[in-house]
């Protein structure tokens, strides 16, 4: 998992609530990402964030939020909006969001709604 | 489209025994391919990144080979062990205007019998 810490590791929430997926990494990295891994589907990219104070969306943004204010943090909020929740959610860093990269990935949040 | 298919969807072995893990992608522009190992629950582990260059690469017991001609990949597992069980992911990654999209395959899914 490098250096890369998610939390918490299991997550419920009832329908209509916003939750907060916290992401944090002490490699020194200046891109983050958040995917979302659903059984028989391969990583889908919700949000990234190349530099500090700056993020792009991603494929399925919609219902999701995210802020980077600070380099090693990376917040998923997961709104009340998003149809439908339930899923393993993975953040990432890498050095640099071009090129030859690696992307470390942290040990990974379950959301389960209620 | 770009896609990423692996085959097959799951296998089993016999501990000690080889295997092959197969990956046909039409990603396009193509920058690299990665295979990641992902323990249940757990997030993904790099394995190998192959550039359009590289054929061949080895990381301990595994050898990752790239065709860039037929787009295809193949990871070889060599005198596995209980500890390889798990879900094995080709990845391969779209340059775009400096950044690095990362195409998912849903995984084999590896289970090392005793």
């Known amino acids: 998992d490098g250096g890369i810490t998610q939390s918490p590791k299991y997550l419920f929430r009832k329908e209509g609530q916003n939750v907060t997926l916290s992401c944090e990494q002490n490699?020194?990295?200046?891109?983050m990402y958040w995917y979302r891994q659903d059984p028989g589907q391969g990583l889908r990219l919700i949000y990234y964030?190349?530099?500090?104070?700056?993020?792009q969306k991603g494929d399925i943004a919609e219902g999701y939020s995210v802020s980077r204010e600070k380099k090693e943090s990376f917040p998923l909020t997961v709104t009340s909006a998003q149809k439908n929740p339930t899923a393993f959610y993975l953040c990432a860093s890498s050095m640099s969001s071009g090129g030859y990269n690696e992307q470390f990935f942290g040990p990974g949040t379950r959301l389960t709604v209620l | 489209k770009n896609q990423v298919e692996q085959s097959p969807q799951s296998l089993i072995i016999l501990e000690g025994k080889n295997c092959t893990l197969q990956c046909n992608y039409t990603v396009s522009p193509f920058s690299n391919l990665r295979w990641y190992k992902q323990d249940t629950g757990r997030g993904p582990v790099s394995l190998t990144i192959m550039t359009f260059s590289e054929n061949t690469k080895s990381n301990g017991r595994y050898t990752a080979t790239l065709d860039a001609d037929t787009k295809q990949s193949s990871l070889h597992i060599t005198a596995s062990q209980l500890s390889d069980s798990a879900s094995y992911i080709c990845v391969v990654s779209r340059e775009n205007t400096g950044f690095q999209k990362l195409v998912f395959g849903t995984g084999t899914r590896l289970l090392v019998s005793p």
């Open positions: 964030s190349q530099i500090v104070n700056d993020f």
């Open positions: 490699l020194n990295h200046d891109a």
